[in-house]
C-alpha cells in the first residue's frame, strides 16, 4: 500500500500590521530590470548607467548618507519582474525601484509595489497607461510625441521637394505602433501624402516585402518606427534594393546598436531622440565622461534613463530630509517610502535628459528633444549621432 | 494583383523558400533514419550563422564573454560557409552522440529522444547567449566581395527588385540539393543510407555498420542546417541567439507538409511554404508568421501523410 | 510568518500555479499523447478571464456578479478551451505518433500571432490593469490550492477508474489497445480535452494573479518548460508533475546568483534526466526502494 503524507501547509494569516522599521544605512535603492533573457541587452544598459548614477551621486550621498544600488533580475518575463520586486520589496527593504525594462513586465509588478506603497520609476516603460497604474508609479521614459514634427520638418529642409512618404512600423512593439500615430498626424499636417502604410514585427527578419512595397510606391521619403534589430535591417534592405529618399528613423532608433545592423546603410538616417550625449547640462557631462571613460564610445538612452531614475530617487531623498528636518536613517521605511514618492513629483530636475519633471500622476515632463543625422565612417562600422539644428 | 507584382513574390518566394527546403531536408533525413524529430535542429541553424560569421569576419563576438575576440583568420565567404556548414555537421554528430545515442542503446521510449534534443538545444542557444552575447550580428556587405547589392528589372512603368543576397541563397541551395541528390541516388553511401531508413535490421544484417550510417545522417542533417542559418544571417542578419527557433519550429511545418521522412517531400514544402509567405499582403505581414503552421493544419486534416508522403503513418 | 509569506509568497503559489500545468500536460502522456498545447490554452484561458474582467462589455455582468465574474471567467475559460481542444484534437489525434506534438506547436504559434494582432486582446502590451481577487499575491493560495487538491484527488481516482486504466492500454500498445475494445481516438481525445480545460482554468486563475496578460505567455519556451517537469518528476505517476513542477520552477530562483548560465543548467537538466532518469525522479525512487525491497530485503511495505 502506498502511504502518501500531504504536506499541507501551514496556512497561518498574520494581521497585516506594519512594524516601526528604520531605513538602513546605506540607504539601498532597488534596481530590477532585465538581467537574463532576450531583453538583457537593454537591461545591462540599465544598470550600468544606474552604476554611474550611484558613484556620482555618493560624492555627496543624501547630505552625507551614502545610497546602494541593490540589483535584481527580471528576466523577461512578469512573474520575474513580480518576484524580484517583492525581493526587493521586502527582504532588502529598499525606499524605491528602478525598473521594470519592459512595459508588460510594468503592468504585472508595477501593481505590487503600488499595494505594498513603494515608489517606482520607470526607466523604460513607454506604453500609454503605465503612471496610470498608481500613485507609486511614475516614469522618465517620454512618450516622443513632440519630437515627430521637428524629425520629418528637419527632412524637408534636406530635401524641400518631399511629396510622397511612406511610414512604416512594428505593430508588436508598443512604442512604435504609439509612436507612428504621431508620426502619420505630422506627415498630414504638413500637407504631404502618405501613400503606403507598411506593418512589420520587431521578431521578423525579412522585409522583402515591406521594401518592395515602399520601392513601389515611389516614395522621397520613408518613416520608419522600430526597434535597433528589425529597424536596421529594414534600412539595409531598403538601401541595397536602391531606394534613395530620405529615412526617418523613431525613438527606437536611438541607440548604437544600429550600426552593426545595416552597417554603412545607415548613414544618413534622421532619428528622433529623447536623450542625446550632446546634451549640454553639467549632469550630463559628467555621465557621458564616466561613461566614455570605461565603455570607449557615447552612452546609448537606455543608460542614460537609469541614471536619471537614479538621480530622481536621491535628490528625492534630499528632499524629504529637509522637510522632515530628519535623517533618512532616522525614519520609519514607510513613511520615507511615502514622503520620496510626493518629492519626486515636486520640483524640476536636471539631468542628462536634460530639464526634466514628474506631473501629479508621476508622467515626465520632458524640455527638449533632439533631431540628429547619423554618420557612419568610411568602413561603414563605427557611426555617430550628430545633432542637426 | 498584376504580374509584375507577382513575379515579385514569385522571386521573393523561391529564394527563402530554397532555405526552407535545405533546412528541413536536415530535419528529414534524421527522421527518415530514426523516426524522430531532432529539435536540436533550430540550434544547429543558429550556430552555423554564427560559425560563418566568424570564420567570414575574423572575429567572435560583440558581446559576451568572447566580445572583441579576434581570430588570427579569416576566410573569403565561399570558404567560411563550407567550413562553418562542416564544423555544425560535426555538432549534429556531436548532437547524436549526447542526446540520441544513449537512448537508442537502451531502446528507450522515443519521447525521450524528443526531450533531450531540446535540451541539447536549450544548452546551445544560450551557450551562444553567455558567449556571444544577444547583439545582432549583421554580416558586411561587401561579404561576397565588390558586387552590386541588388538587381533591378523595369517592366513598363512597373519595377522588379532582387537583392543579390537572394540570388546567392537560391543558386547555393540548389547547388546543396543537386549534390545530395547525387549522393543519396547514385552513390554506395546514399544506397547504403536508404537501405538503413527502409528498415535499420535488415540492413544491419547485410553488414551495414548502422551505427556509422546514423552519424553520417547527423553530420549531413547538421551540415544543412548549418548552410541554412548561413544563408539566412548573409541576408538577413543574424538576430541573437534565440534566431533559430522561429526556423526551427517552421522547418517543422514544412517536414509535415511534404512528408514526414520524404526527402522530394521536404523541398516541395519548403518551397511551398516560402511561396506562400512571399504572398501575403504586406497588410496582413503580421500575420505571415503564422502562415506555416496554417498549413501544417490543413495538411493534417486534408492528406496527413503529406504531399509526397507515404500512406503509411507508424513512426514516432 | 508573515514576513515570509511577504518574501516568498509570491513564488510559493508560482510553484503550485506551475505544477498545475504540469498536470495539463500529465493527463495526455497518460495515453501516451504528447501534447505541447497547454501553453496556448493557458493564455487563452488568461485573455477570457482577463477581457471578461476589463472590457467594457462585461461592465454590467461585473456590477452584478461581484467577485462572481471571477469563477465565471474559470469556468468559461474551462469550456472554451475544452471546446477548442475538441477541434484541434480530434483531427490530430485520428493519427499515431508525433502528430500531436506537431499540431499543437503550430496551434501554440497560431494563437500567439493572433493575440498578437487582435484589438480586443491589446495586441503586444496585452490587457493591464485587471482588478484583484485579493490583495496580497500570497492569498492567491486560496484559488490555486483547492484547484490542485481537486486534481490530485481527480489523478487518483482516474487512475483507478476504467478510463484511466483505458488511457494507459492504449499508452503501453495502442494497437492492442484497439483490439481490446478500446476506442484510442475518443480516449486520446478524451485526455487531450481533459488537459486543455486545466490549462485554461489556470490561466483564468492566473490573470490576476500576474496582474496582467499578453501573448507572450503563451510560447513554445513555456510548452518546453512544462514537458521538462513532467518528465523529470516521473510521468507514470500521479506525484510526478507535482514534484517536477515545484522543483524546476523553483529552480530558476535558487540559480539566481547564476544569472545566464542558469538556463543552460536547465538544459542539462533535460538531457541528463532523459538519459539517466527515463521514469523521472518518482519513477528513480520507487526503482531504488523496489530493488532495496528484494535485493536487501529491507524498508519490506505490508501489501
Known amino acids: 500500500m502506498k502511504r502518501v503524507l500531504l504536506a499541507v501547509l501551514p496556512v497561518v494569516m498574520f494581521a497585516a500590521g506594519a512594524e516601526a522599521e528604520l531605513v538602513g544605512a546605506p540607504i539601498p535603492i532597488g534596481v530590477g530590470v532585465a538581467q537574463t533573457s532576450n531583453v538583457a541587452l537593454f537591461g545591462q544598459e540599465q544598470i550600468i548607467g544606474a552604476k554611474i548614477a550611484e558613484k556620482y551621486f555618493n560624492k555627496q550621498g543624501v547630505n552625507g548618507t551614502p545610497i546602494k544600488l541593490v540589483t535584481q533580475d527580471t528576466g523577461g518575463d512578469e512573474a520575474g519582474a513580480i518576484n524580484a520586486f517583492q525581493n526587493l520589496i521586502s527582504k532588502e527593504k529598499v525606499v524605491g525601484i528602478v525598473g521594470p525594462t519592459l512595459s508588460q513586465q510594468a503592468f504585472g509588478a508595477d501593481p505590487v509595489a503600488n499595494r505594498l506603497k513603494v515608489p517606482v520609476i520607470g526607466p523604460s516603460n513607454t506604453a500609454k497607461g503605465i503612471p496610470q497604474i498608481g500613485e507609486f508609479i511614475g516614469r522618465v521614459s517620454a512618450p516622443v510625441a513632440k519630437v515627430a514634427p521637428y524629425a520629418v520638418k528637419q527632412a524637408m529642409k534636406q530635401n524641400p521637394n518631399i511629396k510622397r512618404v511612406a511610414v512604416l512600423y512594428a505593430q508588436n512593439d508598443a512604442f512604435s505602433s504609439s509612436e507612428t500615430v504621431t508620426f502619420q498626424e505630422t506627415v498630414k499636417n504638413l500637407k504631404l501624402e502618405m501613400v503606403t502604410l507598411q506593418k512589420f514585427m520587431t521578431t521578423d527578419t525579412d522585409f522583402t516585402t515591406q521594401a518592395t512595397a515602399v520601392l513601389g510606391a515611389n516614395v522621397d521619403l520613408a518613416i520608419i518606427s522600430g526597434l535597433a534589430a528589425d529597424g536596421g535591417n529594414l534600412v539595409k534592405q531598403l538601401r541595397q534594393l536602391g531606394y534613395k529618399g530620405i529615412i526617418i528613423g523613431g525613438n527606437g532608433f536611438n541607440t548604437a546598436n544600429l550600426f552593426p545592423v545595416c552597417g554603412k546603410n545607415c548613414d544618413g538616417i534622421l532619428v528622433a531622440q529623447a536623450y542625446s550625449p550632446e546634451a549640454n547640462n553639467p549632469t550630463n557631462k559628467a555621465f557621458v565622461a564616466d561613461y566614455r571613460a570605461t565603455y570607449k564610445k557615447d552612452p546609448p538612452q537606455f543608460s542614460a534613463q537609469a541614471f536619471t531614475a537614479v538621480q530622481l530617487f536621491v535628490e528625492g531623498l534630499r528632499k524629504v530630509e529637509a522637510a522632515t528636518k530628519k535623517k533618512i536613517t532616522q525614519l520609519d521605511l514607510s513613511v520615507v517610502r511615502t514622503e520620496l514618492n510626493k518629492a519626486l513629483r515636486e520640483g524640476s530636475y536636471i539631468t542628462p535628459l536634460g530639464e526634466i519633471a514628474l506631473d501629479k ?21 563605427v557611426g555617430k549621432f550628430v545633432i542637426v539644428k | 494583383m498584376d504580374a509584375v507584382q507577382f513575379l515579385q513574390n514569385f522571386l521573393n518566394g523561391i529564394s527563402i523558400g530554397s532555405v526552407y ?185 547485410l553488414g551495414i555498420n548502422v551505427d556509422r550510417f546514423i552519424l553520417y545522417t547527423f553530420f549531413l542533417s547538421g551540415f544543412l542546417g548549418g548552410m541554412a542559418g548561413s544563408l539566412v544571417g548573409t541576408s538577413f542578419g543574424i538576430a541573437g541567439p ?62 496527413p501523410q503529406g504531399l509526397l508522403g507515404s500512406s503509411q503513418i507508424q513512426k514516432v | ?112 500571432v493572433i493575440c498578437l494582432n487582435l484589438a480586443i ?14 490583495e496580497s499575491r500570497w492569498s492567491y493560495i486560496w484559488t490555486f490550492g483547492p484547484l490542485l487538491l481537486l486534481i490530485l484527488c481527480f489523478s487518483y481516482r482516474l487512475d483507478r ?49 500576474l496582474n496582467t496578460w499578453n501573448a507572450r505567455q503563451g510560447t513554445f519556451d513555456a510548452s518546453i518548460a512544462y514537458l521538462a517537469y513532467v518528465l523529470i518528476g516521473g510521468s507514470r505517476s500521479m506525484w510526478g508533475p507535482l514534484l517536477g513542477g515545484i522543483m524546476l520552477s523553483a529552480l530558476p530562483e535558487i540559480l539566481r546568483p547564476l544569472k545566464d548560465a542558469r538556463l543552460i543548467i536547465n538544459g542539462l537538466v533535460l538531457v541528463f534526466a532523459s538519459i539517466y532518469l527515463p521514469q523521472g525522479i518518482v519513477g528513480a525512487v520507487g526503482s531504488i526502494r523496489n530493488f532495496t525491497t528484494q535485493t536487501l530485503g529491507i524498508g519490506r511495505s505490508e501489501k
Open chain 1, 361 to 381: 500622476e508621476g508622467e515626465i515632463n520632458q524640455k527638449t528633444f533632439y533631431v540628429s543625422e547619423i554618420k557612419m565612417d568610411a568602413g561603414g562600422k
Open chain 2, 242 to 303: 534565440y534566431f533559430g527557433v522561429s526556423y526551427g519550429l517552421k522547418g517543422l511545418a514544412v517536414i509535415v507538409m511534404g512528408g514526414l521522412g520524404s526527402i522530394p517531400g521536404a523541398v516541395l514544402g519548403g518551397m511551398v511554404i516560402g511561396l506562400a509567405e512571399a504572398f501575403v499582403p504586406s497588410e496582413y505581414s503580421a500575420y505571415k508568421e503564422a502562415v506555416a503552421f496554417a498549413f501544417l493544419f490543413a495538411v493534417l486534416l486534408i492528406r
Open chain 3, 161 to 209: 477508474s476504467r478510463v484511466g486504466r483505458a488511457f494507459k492500454a492504449i499508452r503501453e500498445d495502442e494497437l492492442a489497445a484497439d483490439a481490446m475494445g478500446i476506442n484510442p481516438t475518443r480516449y486520446k481525445v478524451l485526455a487531450f480535452v481533459i488537459g486543455a480545460v486545466l490549462a485554461g482554468v489556470v490561466g483564468a486563475m492566473s490573470a490576476p494573479f
Open chain 3, 121 to 134: 486582446t491589446g495586441g503586444a502590451i496585452g490587457i493591464f490593469g485587471i482588478p484583484q481577487l485579493f
Open chain 3, 1 to 112: 510568518m508573515d514576513q515570509f509569506l511577504q518574501n516568498y509568497g509570491f513564488l510559493l503559489v508560482t510553484l503550485v500555479q506551475q505544477s498545475l500545468l504540469a498536470y495539463s500536460l500529465y493527463f495526455p502522456l497518460m495515453a501516451g499523447q504528447l501534447s505541447l498545447a497547454s501553453p496556448g490554452f493557458y493564455a487563452l484561458g488568461g485573455y477570457i478571464a482577463a477581457i471578461m474582467a476589463t472590457a467594457e462589455y462585461f461592465a454590467p455582468w461585473r456590477d452584478a456578479l461581484g467577485w462572481g465574474i471571477f469563477p465565471l471567467g474559470w469556468l468559461a475559460a474551462g469550456i472554451i478551451s475544452g471546446i477548442l481542444a475538441l477541434l484541434v484534437g480530434i483531427p490530430a489525434l485520428r493519427l499515431r505518433g508525433i502528430y500531436l506534438a506537431l499540431a499543437t506547436i503550430a496551434f501554440v504559434e497560431i494563437l500567439r
Open chain 2, 21 to 205: 527546403a535545405i533546412f528541413a531536408l536536415g530535419y528529414t533525413l534524421v527522421f527518415s533514419i530514426l523516426g524522430i524529430i531532432n529539435f536540436a535542429h533550430g540550434a544547429i541553424f543558429t550556430l552555423g550563422a554564427y560559425l560563418t560569421y566568424s570564420l567570414a569576419v575574423g572575429q567572435f563576438g560583440i558581446g559576451g564573454l568572447l566580445a572583441d575576440l579576434q581570430l588570427p583568420f579569416q576566410f573569403s565567404f565561399t570558404i567560411s560557409l563550407f567550413i562553418g556548414a562542416i564544423l555544425s555537421g560535426m555538432a549534429g554528430v556531436l548532437v547524436e552522440r549526447c542526446a540520441f545515442r544513449p537512448l537508442r542503446t537502451r531502446g528507450a521510449d522515443p519521447l525521450l529522444a524528443l526531450v533531450s534534443s531540446l535540451g541539447v538545444a536549450l544548452v546551445t542557444v544560450n551557450l551562444l547567449q553567455y558567449l556571444v552575447g544577444s547583439e545582432i550580428y549583421s554580416f558586411p556587405s561587401d561579404v561576397y566581395g565588390d558586387i552590386r547589392p541588388a538587381f533591378l528589372l523595369h517592366i513598363g512603368e512597373k519595377l522588379v527588385v532582387v537583392r543579390t543576397v537572394q540570388i546567392i541563397i537560391f543558386a547555393v541551395s540548389m547547388v546543396v540539393l543537386a549534390l545530395l541528390g547525387y549522393l543519396i541516388g547514385w552513390t554506395r553511401i546514399g544506397k547504403a543510407l536508404r537501405a538503413v531508413a527502409e528498415n535499420a535490421s535488415t540492413a544491419s544484417l
